[in-house]
């Protein structure tokens, strides 16, 4: 059974700030590179960003500079604080093992965000 568990989401303005949280149980989370991933309807699944378990950090490029990934490693959780988010941010937004797309990991449920006015 996947132990990943998303929350945080929600409807947001244009402009906006949400944190998301992903509690995972130590098995993915620990020692890991952690992600987080986001699908927008009809679309494939994306990365927006990672950190090691050092705490660094990777942003893809729309994200950078908007979206701040952080862990807490005794808690077994990951977090995105997101801030001025526009519409195109919509989508059910994911954590994972980084690489979990490729490897065909098993998922969470996942959170959804809705950025409209």
């Known amino acids: 059974q996947v132990q990943l568990v998303e929350s945080g989401g929600g409807l947001v303005q244009p402009g906006g700030s949400l944190r998301l949280s992903c509690a995972a149980s130590?098995?993915?989370?620990?020692?890991?590179?952690m992600a987080w991933y986001r699908q927008a309807p009809g679309k494939a699944r994306e990365l927006v960003a990672r950190?090691?378990?050092?705490?660094?950090?990777y942003y893809a490029d729309s994200r950078k500079g908007r979206f701040t990934i952080s862990r807490d490693n005794a808690k077994n959780t990951v977090y995105l604080h997101m801030n001025s988010l526009k519409p195109e941010d919509t989508a059910v937004y994911y954590c994972?093992?980084?690489?979990?797309?490729?490897?065909?990991?098993?998922w969470g449920q996942g959170t959804q965000v809705i950025v409209s006015s």
């Open positions: 950190i090691t378990n050092g705490g660094g950090t």
């Open positions: 130590g098995s993915i989370f620990s020692g890991n590179t």
């Open positions: 994972n093992r980084y690489g979990a797309v490729t490897r065909g990991d098993d």
